[in-house]
């Protein structure tokens, strides 16, 4: 009897085994199986490829991710400069990635050394180029003060490595973006096999360049379109096919097939896609939204569903000193103490730092970022106005959106920029800075093609809906034509700006007209960005991570670095969801 008992234990155990092999081995098959049609996905032979294997978005260099959620935007506390710019809003913000520290004149150097390999300024075609990439130094420079230290020294001395990097205008800062996010995607396809090891440093020049963009719309453009650098993926090792022969494997008849002669399956001849996976979204400023959400970090105020209070700081508490027994009494910030006081005592210093201070310095906030307060003030990627307009939005919010699409040529191909077409904008101080590079695709504005009969959005340029268009301006006559409205002059403009006027003769010599009129109202236009933070010149009241401040987007300061997001694609968090912190 008890034989038996065993018998069937184990026959049944047997089973189990076999019937959970034959589910997973069903389940995986499926996977590659079009639940549409039932054709085979990813099928050595060719047709639809797609990567089943994904699992979810590589977490960039440098990048810290930060869960989106509601939050109320805006400040909570006394408005006592009564600016009125900041009431508050709930809105909600998609989770993203975020740099751990702002960008460090380290990284901002290495930018710098790349473009002046592959864009050379002693060529009369690239000059600009790697000009318009230098930080201004000249900010730190004071009437009254003596701080020619940091005029020479700052960016490029070992000594201010980790400090994060000053005198970069918004125009810069979003270069820089764009710049990271090629080279960042050109190490993910080194490393997936699909380009040359090392072509990224020894094989790049002005003619040989790589855009992500580009490579996603005609990988065959990248580097010159040079096979030896831009591979095609060979295939997946494993599966049937790799048990063919080497002489059938070369007998194969269809460049798409199966194997080579290693034992591969999969696709031939395949650059990266989309649908791979691999490639990553580009970097670019935080919208203003994610920076305040990031900064506050209320997360750390959470119990269950709900936010136990709101924060004056991206730390706990209602004051700029630590309350903890080990770090009782020490600053939490790099900021000015009070007039003449930027650092404190010597041999006793408030803040550890009388300029800027190293990234780091100072502990992070509760989404593991550093320097959310204090140190250094920081651009986002919106259009500055008075108002945040929940009414319109509350989900992602930015003002500032410019679409744009590829540009097609006569001969029905994407256009890319090259040494001979690249565009230059002369800034309003003088700076001349290219819009675009060699390798790029030239973008134009999109038209009625994309906007026809659309509700969500009617024209190119967004930044003025709803505030600065002509529907919300005290001039706009409701009854009369497009035409009409059109041709209102410049005094009709909601936001009366100065327009400085600059343009160069055809020697290079610049003619400089400023607005000397006396009866513009504001200094708010389409090319003024906001700033969030406090700097290492700014009193604690500017530490509030509601706060908000305006500046021309072509002016650098001594006060102003940047820090780079990255949008997550995919599920909200990698976490199951948990009640408490």
């Known amino acids: 009897m008890k034989v038996n008992k065993i018998v069937t234990v184990r026959v049944l155990f047997s089973l189990i085994v076999l019937f959970g092999f034959t589910s997973c081995s069903k389940k995986s098959s499926s996977k590659n199986t079009s639940s549409a049609t039932g054709w085979k996905i990813n099928d050595p032979n060719g047709g639809f490829q797609y990567n089943n294997n994904f699992t979810k978005q590589e977490t960039a260099p440098g990048l810290v991710l930060v869960e989106g959620g509601t939050f109320t935007m805006g400040k909570v506390q006394d408005d006592v400069m009564h600016d009125w710019n900041n009431t508050p809003n709930q809105q909600h913000v998609q989770s993203f ?31 600009n180029i790697y000009d318009g990439a230098l930080p201004d130094t000249l900010v730190w420079r004071n009437r009254l003060g003596y701080n020619e230290t940091m005029t020479n020294n700052y960016l490029r001395h070992p000594a201010y490595s980790q400090y994060p990097v000053v005198g970069v205008n918004w ?14 995607n050109e190490s993910v396809l080194e490393r997936e096999g699909y380009m040359k090891k090392g072509a990224k440093v020894v094989d790049v020049d002005a003619n040989n360049t790589f855009s992500t963009e580009a490579y996603l719309a005609t990988p065959s453009t990248s580097f010159g379109g040079n096979e030896e650098i831009i591979l095609k993926k060979t295939g997946r090792k494993g599966g049937k096919s790799a048990k063919k022969s080497k002489k059938e494997a070369a007998a194969e008849p269809d460049a798409t097939a199966s194997t080579d002669a290693t034992g591969t399956d999969g696709p031939k001849n395949v650059y990266a896609q989309k649908t791979s996976g691999i490639l990553l979204p580009e970097y670019r400023l935080p919208t203003e939204a994610e920076w305040e959400y990031a900064s506050a970090a209320d997360v750390g105020n959470r119990e269950y569903n709900l936010y136990r209070g709101q924060k004056k700081y991206p730390w706990k508490g209602s004051y700029t000193r630590s309350g903890s027994r080990s770090s009782r009494g020490d600053q939490l910030a790099n900021f000015k103490q009070g007039k003449g006081d930027y650092g404190g005592i010597a041999g006793w210093s408030d803040d550890g730092a009388d300029i800027t201070a190293p990234v780091k310095s100072y502990k992070p906030n509760d989404f593991g970022l550093y320097d959310m307060a204090g140190n250094v003030a920081e651009w986002v990627l919106d259009v500055y106005r008075p108002m945040i307009d929940d009414e319109a939005n509350d989900f992602n919010y930015v003002r500032g959106n410019v679409y744009t699409k590829n540009k097609i040529g006569e001969d029905g191909k994407i256009e890319l920029v090259t040494s001979e077409n690249i565009k230059y904008d002369t800034l309003s101080n003088g700076k001349v800075i290219a819009r675009n590079k060699p390798g790029d695709i030239a973008q134009v504005p999109v038209d009625e093609k994309e ?28 009854g009369a034509s497009e035409e009409g409205e059109a041709k209102k002059d410049d005094k009709n403009r909601m936001y009366d700006s100065p327009i400085q006027k600059i343009s160069a003769d055809t ?29 290492w010149r700014d009193r604690a009241y500017w530490l509030d991570p509601a706060q908000r401040r305006y500046c021309q987007q072509d002016i650098a300061s001594d006060y102003i670095g940047f820090r780079c997001a990255m949008s997550r694609v995919g599920p909200k968090s990698d976490m199951p969801k948990r009640a408490r912190n």
Request: net charge neutral; no cysteine; charged share 35%.
């Open 97 to 127: 990635y975020m740099d751990e520290t702002e960008v460090t004149n380290l990284m901002y150097m290495e930018y710098l050394d790349w473009t002046k390999r592959v864009f050379p300024p002693t060529e009369e075609n690239y000059k």
């Open 171 to 184: 125009i810069q800062a979003n270069e820089y973006a764009k710049w990271r996010t090629d080279r960042v």
């Open 451 to 478: 906007t026809y009969l659309r509700q969500n959005f009617d024209k190119s340029n967004e930044i003025n809906y709803r505030d600065g268009d002509k529907q919300s301006t005290r001039f706009f006559d409701y």
């Open 507 to 535: 020697t290079g010599k610049m003619d400089r007209k400023y607005d000397k009129s006396a009866k513009r109202t504001t200094l708010i236009g389409d090319d003024v960005r906001v700033y969030k933070g406090g700097s």
